[in-house]
């Protein structure tokens, strides 16, 4: 079982920057590829950027490479989202998710947290 719990939300204006925290736990953690997903109101949750289990992958979608960088902590189990450049289109509910491999943390993530809400003004 691995819980997940996000932090770093908030409201900004375009062009700022925001960090979003993922702290891991669980006695399996760290074996967890772990990621980020977003999902905007009256949208279907996307895929934003996955790390590796040891920190040495990184995918991003295309609308988050260039402007964002994902990074794991495994000694103080997080992983961070620092997303700069902000547009109101990157606005929704973020949700940290970690999956047993890089294609399910993608895809289908065997875990879940419960989200934290960005929203950027125009």
């Known amino acids: 079982q691995v819980h997940l719990e996000e932090s770093g939300g908030g409201l900004v204006q375009a062009g700022d920057s925001l960090s979003l925290r993922c702290i891991a736990s669980g006695r399996t953690w760290d074996q967890y590829n772990l990621g980020w997903f977003r999902q905007a109101p009256g949208k279907e949750r996307e895929f934003v950027a996955a790390i590796s289990w040891g920190g040495g992958t990184t995918y991003y979608s295309d609308s988050a490479k260039g402007r964002f960088i994902i990074s794991k902590d495994n000694t103080n189990a997080h992983v961070d989202l620092q997303m700069s450049s902000l547009m109101p289109e990157d606005s929704g509910i973020y949700y940290c998710?970690?999956?047993?491999?890089?294609?399910?943390?993608?895809?289908?993530?065997?875990?879940w947290g419960q989200g934290t809400q960005v929203t950027v003004s125009s």
């Open positions: 998710a970690a999956g047993i491999n890089f294609a399910r943390v993608m895809n289908t993530p065997d875990y």
